[in-house]
């Protein structure tokens, strides 16, 4: 009685550098995200401030009451 179980082939399976292209890949990600996150913080998307507010700090004291003039 024979098995067909008995040979035995070895299968080798190469990855074909698969995962060096997700690195590189990741990589790319996080550089775009970190320029991203200094455009819009720190750069030129910060959109800057502009500070049109007008103080008139003058201050306008009630007019001062004549004093009564004393009778004679």
Do not use: K, R
Request: glycine share 12%.
């Amino acid at each position: 009685m024979t098995h067909e179980h008995d040979t035995h082939e070895t299968v080798v399976v190469d990855s074909g550098g698969g995962s060096s292209n997700g690195l590189i890949l990741g990589i790319i990600a996080v550089v775009i995200l970190l320029v991203a996150v200094w455009y819009f913080a720190l750069g030129p998307g910060t959109g800057g401030t502009t500070n049109n507010t007008t103080n008139n700090n003058t201050v306008n004291p009630p007019a001062a009451s004549a004093a009564p003039a004393a009778s004679q």
